[in-house]
Structure formats: C-alpha cells, structure tokens
C-alpha cells in the first residue's frame, strides 16, 4: 500500500501496476531493502512517482541508537523502528515498531524518529545519486550510437 499514493495511477488508466518481491536471503532490514529496491525498480522502469521513497530501520541497542539493523539486532529485544517517507516533502507513509523487551518512552520513541528521517535522507541521496549516474550512463551510450549510425 506504500505506493498507492506515490505512484501517479491517473497516467495508467484501466491499468494495473503489481508489485511482487521475493526475498532470497534476509538478514535484517528486510522491509527497508525491498522498498528501496522497489522505488529503484519502478524509476528504472519509467513509472512516474510524485516522490521516490525510501525507508531505513533503526533501533535501540546497548544503550546505542543503531541504523540499519541485523536480524541479530533485530531480534534482541530492543526498540526497532522502520520508517518510510517521501523525502522532498518528509511525509512520512508508514512507521512500524517493534519492542518486546524495553518499553519505549515518547523521548526515545521521537529520538528514534528523528534519526531514521534522517537515516531516510541519506539514503535519498545515494539512492537518487546512483539513478543520475545511470540515467547519465544511458544517454552518453545513446549519444555514442546515435554518432556510429550518423
């Protein structure tokens, strides 16, 4: 459901756009991973988007704030918070939490959410960097071609 909003449907009209993940190994962060690995899927394949979206994961471990978790840290106990927002406009999409044995206070909690925006930033932009360097790539290759054929 993330991608319902952010996905421009009225383009695709009478059109039906699945999205189908299959996780082969996971070793934490598996929510994050694919919904990144979907807005870099979907740009590649020309769906226009209002935002790209990205999400991170973020908990609380040792007394440490941890980005990016294992399925070790994960599975501690702890607090583990993933986010997914929109970046231009930091609207956040979904928030998912998870704690068995720490109880959260609202502090840690907005601790939390902080640095996973911010953990969602810079994923944006190396997310985004690598789509400029790609797209960069494909028109320097069609560049290239269109010259053989002239």
Do not use: W
């Not at 927002?85 to 068995?100: A, C, F, G, I």
């Amino acid at each position: 459901h993330v991608y319902c909003h952010v996905i421009q449907t009225s383009l695709f009209a009478r059109s039906q756009i699945d999205i189908t993940i299959h996780v082969l190994q996971a070793d934490g962060s598996v929510l994050p991973a694919c919904i990144c690995a979907t807005s870099l899927a979907l740009t590649h394949a020309g769906i226009p988007m209002v935002d790209f979206v990205t999400c991170c994961s973020i908990g609380y471990h040792d007394g440490n704030v941890l980005l990016d978790l294992t399925y070790q840290e994960e599975r501690d106990g702890g607090p583990a918070v993933s986010l997914t927002l929109m970046p231009r406009t930091s609207q956040v999409l979904t928030l998912k939490m998870e704690s068995s044995a720490v109880r959260v206070n609202s502090s840690l909690l907005d601790k939390l959410m902080k640095e996973a925006q911010v953990g969602c930033h810079q994923i944006n932009k190396i997310l985004s960097g690598k789509v400029r360097e790609f797209a960069a790539a494909a028109l320097s290759l069609r560049d290239q071609e269109d010259e053989q054929q002239a």
